[in-house]
């Protein structure tokens, strides 16, 4: 195929990047306000709805696994226009849907299209230009995961409050067609990753099945007890399913993910404090959200949420600046401490008051903003950077795993736990709390247990694809010694 105008053109590359992974993360926290409205309109009742955004993040979950496989057999770049064009065909279904079938249909294909693009994008932007662009994408990424998650809430209510769901949905249609368009003008052809690297069915159908019956019993919790058999049945079995798939990619001879790889104290510290602050980041904000729905206007409570984004964009400038420093190991740590601080200001009154809201949801989003995307990176930096690909897979698999399971499951401990459903949020909140501590401690453990100080990334090796940036020590390294 021919060169695109565009090939090689940093801030055109990165913008359909950023106009790729935006809508659906966007969208994802704008539901939560635009469901009682989606469901008069379709004939849906909420528990469809909800149903809807579980299964489109379960494809989320699964098309980062799918994708490391795809791009070991087919040219990257020709898919990334393939996975562009089903976004747009997702994207437009869901907007024009009549019924049902039509929203979940796509929804879901937005869920999985976003993770595809996210895992055959973004590993190519960092590698494919200098040392000095790594440090710009690695600010994008933090911008594109958690800034469009924190406008979600306030782009969310300026809809509700009008009304409607169609005119967000069209724009989202819009944006994944600019950012197809964008692929278009940057593309460059290139080959397959590894041609001769095994196809791994077992894997894809583990975190398939493993997904979809994960989510769906997580979904069922808006309207079922725990005690339902349709909840923890495929809840439990799901995640059983998932863990199979990690053991499965640990013991395998040729895995499709780097698992094995991943067993030492930065990754293993890096991958604990990035799954701790998205389960208790997503669950903070969305508890809030839903004791306080009946005392605000949608748009009121939307712009509760904006330092929030204000709290993301910080920090991915702060990550810019410590990004190429031993400062990383401690940035991460401090998000981490932040995001507790947040969590307990939201927590501050029951219920939670409007100013401790907005107060809080900033320190959040400075929290997850400084912890997931650094954490995500220090395991990166532990392998080669020919392994990117396939690390960022499994750290979003689990990553989404958590923030989009836990919030379902809280919010429904906060319905039944305590005598309203305000005590039963305070109790939830001291749990994310809880999530966002544990997060902390066991990385500083596992530091201490390794026996090693934070070291400084040696990029230029990393970039070179024979050797990691530093040397990750094995778990327990000191005590064994």
């Not at 404090?273 to 605000?296: D, E, K, M, P, Q």
């Not at 900033?362 to 650094?374: E, F, Q, Y």
């Amino acid at each position: 195929m021919r060169q695109g105008p565009l090939a090689r053109h940093y801030p055109a590359v990165a913008l359909m990047v950023v106009l790729a992974l935006v809508p659906y993360l966007a969208l994802s926290a704008a539901l939560n306000s635009l469901t009682p409205i989606i469901a008069g309109q379709l004939r849906m009742s909420v528990q469809t709805v909800g149903l809807a955004a579980g299964l489109a993040n379960a494809g989320y979950a699964v098309g980062t696994i799918l994708a490391v496989q795809l791009a070991q057999h087919r040219p990257q770049r020709r898919m990334l226009l393939i996975y562009g064009c089903l976004l747009v065909i997702g994207s437009v279904l869901a907007a024009a849907a009549t019924g049902p079938a039509m929203f979940i249909v796509g929804h879901v294909l937005q869920g999985l299209c976003t993770s595809l693009l996210l895992i055959a994008a973004v590993p190519p932007l960092i590698l494919g230009y200098s040392l000095e662009r790594m440090r710009e994408t690695a600010m994008i990424m933090n911008m594109c995961i958690f800034g469009a998650v924190a406008l979600g809430p306030v782009v969310g209510g300026i809809q509700a409050n009008a009304h409607g769901w169609r005119p967000l949905f069209w724009i989202i249609a819009g944006i994944a067609a600019a950012a197809l368009v964008l692929s278009l003008l940057t593309f460059e052809d290139d080959p397959p990753a590894n041609p001769d690297a095994p196809r791994d069915p077992l894997a894809i159908g583990l975190s398939l099945v493993g997904c979809v019956a994960a989510f769906y019993g997580a979904s069922e919790l808006l309207t079922h007890s725990f005690r339902s058999p349709g909840v923890w049945i495929p809840l439990l079995g799901g995640l059983a399913l998932i863990v199979a798939l990690v053991v499965h990619e640990y013991t395998s001879a040729r895995p499709l993910l780097c698992v094995k790889g991943l067993v030492s104290t930065f990754p293993i510290a890096g991958i604990t404090a990035a799954v701790c602050a998205a389960a208790a980041s997503v669950s903070a904000i969305a508890l809030t959200g839903v004791v306080l729905t009946g005392r605000y206007s949608p748009l009121h409570l939307g712009l509760l949420y904006l330092p929030e984004f204000a709290g993301a964009v910080l920090t991915a400038i702060m990550f810019g600046i410590v990004f190429k420093t031993r400062l990383l190991h401690y940035y991460a740590l401090t998000g981490m401490l932040v995001l507790a601080i947040g969590i307990l200001v939201v927590n501050g009154a029951s219920p939670p008051t409007g100013p401790l809201v907005a107060v809080g949801s900033g320190l959040i989003g400075i929290g997850v903003g400084a912890s997931v995307v650094p954490a995500l990176f220090i395991a990166g930096f532990s392998l080669r950077s020919s392994s990117i690909q396939r690390v960022f897979a499994l750290i979003e698999l689990v990553r989404a795993v958590a923030a989009f399971m836990v919030a379902p499951i809280l919010l429904r401990v906060a319905q039944v736990v305590g005598s309203d459903p305000a005590a039963g949020t305070r109790t939830a909140l001291w749990i994310c709390f809880g999530i966002s501590i544990l997060g902390a401690s066991v990385a500083v453990g596992l530091y201490r247990l390794g026996g090693v100080r934070p070291p400084q990334p040696a990029l230029e090796r990393w970039r070179g694809g024979v050797e990691p940036a530093w040397d990750s020590p094995p778990l327990l390294a000191a005590r064994a010694r």
